[in-house]
């Protein structure tokens, strides 16, 4: 697999050293423990987060606590932290009234010891980044749903396990089995990643703060990730790949961003016509090229893409950045120049745009010769959302059924064949000739090659957003 890697299109250049980023001041004062090693201090927003009983304490040093907390002292000791005087009590707060009577009440832990906060003390710059991107943000609705109906939102939908930071790092990566939670377990958890750590994915989420774990980054360094950042095995979120598997798929990305399941199996597509089946999460589907109707020629599944040994933190991480974002320069390296890939960006995203508009035309003639009705190709709920009723779905051919998988399956990935052109195209491609077929070979092509490239745009992301909103309507009803 990884041999690919070494198949590049402008030769091999050296990448740039990842750099840390330490934050030379962390604020004020805060009590030191015998002299702060050249750490930053204490920051304020810490201190914030210490309960009124920890406020007085001291610091004992983490000698103190091995005594007790063993196994932690143990793992804690063979990380970078250890050997950089990171202590335990850095993260938790002064130990000393811990010590003389453990209790939750006098130490900072969870969910508070969750929060990024804790982290930015000392990870200022990378802090900054991240509360650039969206997983620093906050969905509220999933997880309100969740405090409603635990037993839906939390355990069947497991919505809060891909959209609340706290609940994927003590539940998920507890290795605690959800559908035997209690209801009020769940609920509890969803109120304190509202209350305490609105977060879809913090430091904490993605960074075992203990332990090495052994998966390394595509240049080999420890970084405490909890999850790999390489994972080809696709068996674990293919098509009806049952919930428990896909929610802890062992991706440092694709836990979340993965198609919940999608199946494009024909009595799946008959079974499911009310919303497209996969989220808006089908970024790893689209990367490994799996998960749409393929049809039964040959498929291009993958482009060298998902055989970078970084897969989704090649490029949203270069040089370990924490805004997620990509950057053609770093990113792309050492495969093609920044300018050779903004072009193939350019390019690709017109043509699959293009063809996706194109696969939409063939949808909208098919449904006006048939019903009369232009709109009426499309999943149930989204047509009753704009006021229409939509047609028994016996009298929807298969080939409209794959057709609409595939449209929304490439748009629901957001990202237009950046991630996987062959693929995103071939879709769109069994897609069309499905509406050939459903046509008898009358339909036309796309008569809006008039519009400009941001006309057209607008025109899927409407779709994609109506998607959305049907999802939304789903867990409303
Ligand atoms: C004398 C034994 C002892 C020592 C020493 C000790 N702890 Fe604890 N610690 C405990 C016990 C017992 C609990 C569980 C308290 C409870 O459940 O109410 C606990 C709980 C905790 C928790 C919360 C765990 C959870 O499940 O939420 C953290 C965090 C923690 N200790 C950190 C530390 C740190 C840091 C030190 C060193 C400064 C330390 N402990 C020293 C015995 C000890
Ligand atoms: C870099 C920050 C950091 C350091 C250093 C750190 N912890 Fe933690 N600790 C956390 C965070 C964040 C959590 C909650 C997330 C989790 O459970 O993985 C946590 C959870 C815990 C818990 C409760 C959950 C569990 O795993 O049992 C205990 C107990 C604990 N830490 C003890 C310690 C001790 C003892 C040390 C030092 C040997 C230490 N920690 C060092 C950040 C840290
Ligand atoms: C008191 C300061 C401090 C705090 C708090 C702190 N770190 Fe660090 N961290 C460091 C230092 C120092 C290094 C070593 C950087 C270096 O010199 O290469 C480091 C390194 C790391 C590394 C890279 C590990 C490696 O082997 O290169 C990761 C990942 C990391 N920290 C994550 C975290 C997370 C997550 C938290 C919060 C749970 C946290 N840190 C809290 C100071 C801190
Ligand atoms: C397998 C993980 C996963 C599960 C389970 C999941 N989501 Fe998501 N969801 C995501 C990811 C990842 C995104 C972001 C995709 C993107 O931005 O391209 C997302 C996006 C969304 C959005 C759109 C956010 C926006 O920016 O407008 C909504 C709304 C949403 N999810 C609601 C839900 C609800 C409700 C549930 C439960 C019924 C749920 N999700 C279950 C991973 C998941
Ligand atoms: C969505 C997952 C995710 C989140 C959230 C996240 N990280 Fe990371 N982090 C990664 C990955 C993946 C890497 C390895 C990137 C690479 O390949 O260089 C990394 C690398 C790092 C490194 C090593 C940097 C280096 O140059 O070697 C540090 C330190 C770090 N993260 C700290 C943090 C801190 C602090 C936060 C919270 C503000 C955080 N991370 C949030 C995934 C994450
Ligand atoms: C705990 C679940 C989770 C993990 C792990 C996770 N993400 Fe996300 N990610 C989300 C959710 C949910 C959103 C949408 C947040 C929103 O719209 O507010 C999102 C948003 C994003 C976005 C912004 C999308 C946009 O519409 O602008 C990017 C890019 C992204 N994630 C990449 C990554 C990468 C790369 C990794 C791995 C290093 C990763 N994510 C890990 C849940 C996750
Ligand atoms: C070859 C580089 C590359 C790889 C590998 C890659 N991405 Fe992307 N990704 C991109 C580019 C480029 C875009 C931006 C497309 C654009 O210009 O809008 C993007 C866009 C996104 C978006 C935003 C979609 C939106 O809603 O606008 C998300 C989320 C995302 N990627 C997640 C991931 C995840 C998760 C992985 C791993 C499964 C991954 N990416 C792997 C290059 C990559
Ligand atoms: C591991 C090497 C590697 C990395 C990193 C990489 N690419 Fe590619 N990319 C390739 C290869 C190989 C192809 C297929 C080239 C071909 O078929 O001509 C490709 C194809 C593409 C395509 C499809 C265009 C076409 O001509 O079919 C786009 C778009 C693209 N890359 C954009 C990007 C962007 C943007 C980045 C960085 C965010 C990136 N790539 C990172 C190796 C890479």
Redesign the pocket.
Known sequence: MKSK?F???FGAVPFAAAVIFLQSCGGEGGPINGGNGGLPSVTKEFEALLTSNQRNASYVGPQACAGCHGDTGDHWEQTMHAEKKVTCERCHGPGSVHVSGPSKDNILTYPKVTNSVVCAQCHGPIHSQWTFSQHSKFISDPVEEAVLDPARYGKSSRCVACHSGLFRTQVVDGGVDIPNMDDEAIRTIAEHTLSDVPQVANCATCHNPHSNTGNLTDDGKEVQLRHKIFNDDISKVGPGATAASFTTFDHICAQCHNGRGTNPADNRLEAGTARPSMHDSNQYNMLMGFGGVEGSGPVIRN???AN?PGQCS??HLPDSRHTFT?S?DK??AP??TAAD?AA??QS?KGEVIDELLALRYLMENWAAITFGDRDLWDYTSLITAEGKTPPDQTLVPIEVKRARHNYYFVIRSGDY??HN?PYAKHLITIGSQNMQRASSGAAQGSSRQSLSFDQKLAILEADRARARDADKLAWDE
Request: hydrophobic share 45%.
């Open positions: 890697w198949v590049t299109l482009t060298a893409h970078a090649k490029c990509v053609y990113s792309c495969c093609h890939a193939r960006i690709t064949g950046a052109a």
